[in-house]
């Protein structure tokens, strides 16, 4: 049975444009977009799709019920910048899954999000970092890591210029992670992902 995907979008949206574009390889489909934020332009990239495009502003109870509504297999947070409740959590177990702009656990959890993870790296001197795609668990950017992918930061002296090397991993890792489960090959134990 072809997957029904919920994507979670606050702004630009570039990786859900990476999922819908790659939606053709995929045994899944995106059937909804949410966002928290009304002008978040993501949800014009639905739109454009022909995809349900809804705002819904902090109501995580609404969310489940629209999710559950719409019978969604997999709920993928494409830049989603709010913490679920773990109401929400609970009601979808290892059926949520995150992108975040850094080789966790390095650069994450509370305060890190957006460019501030690559000024994060910056200031911290690595001279690598990436992406990684994971299920969400109650703990912040903590659930098991499903694909991670490295980048040089060379002599790259700009957040900004970090950001954009990392996003160009981040929308080939994420449409490939949402491949791997919509094709029920993603495998969950005591906290490790394994790639059947
Ligand atoms: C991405 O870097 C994502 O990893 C992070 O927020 C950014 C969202 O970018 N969580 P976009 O809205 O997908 O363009």
């Known amino acids: 049975m072809v997957k029904k995907i919920a994507v979670l979008v606050s702004g630009g949206g570039s990786n859900l444009q990476s ?9 899944g489909e995106v059937t909804l977009v949410v966002s928290n934020r009304k002008n978040a332009y993501g949800l ?22 629209l999710l559950q509504e719409r019978e969604i297999d997999l709920v993928v947070l494409a830049g989603y910048l709010a913490i679920l409740s773990d ?3 609970s009601a979808f177990p290892n059926r949520i899954i995150n992108i ?12 890190a ?14 001279k690598v970092t990436g992406a990684t795609v994971h299920f969400v668990s109650e703990v912040v950017d ?3 890591i499903i694909i991670q992918e490295v980048c040089q930061i060379g002599d790259l002296k700009y957040a900004s210029d970090i950001q954009e090397r990392v996003l160009e991993i981040e929308h080939r890792i994420l449409p ?21």
Do not use: W
């Open 19 to 27: 999922i819908i574009d790659n939606m053709d390889t995929m045994n």
């Open 44 to 65: 014009q990239r639905a739109m454009d799709a022909n995809i349900e495009a809804v705002h819904i502003s902090k109501d995580d109870q609404a969310l489940i019920a």
């Open 87 to 89: 109401e929400f959590i």
């Open 100 to 111: 975040h702009p850094s080789l966790i656990p390095s650069f994450c959890g509370h305060g």
């Open 113 to 126: 999000y957006g460019i501030h993870v690559h000024e994060m790296a910056l200031q911290r001197g690595v």
């Open 142 to 144: 903590g659930g098991p």
């Open 176 to 196: 490939k992670a949402i491949k791997l489960f919509c094709e029920d090959k993603l495998k969950v134990h005591q906290e490790r992902v394994t790639i059947l």
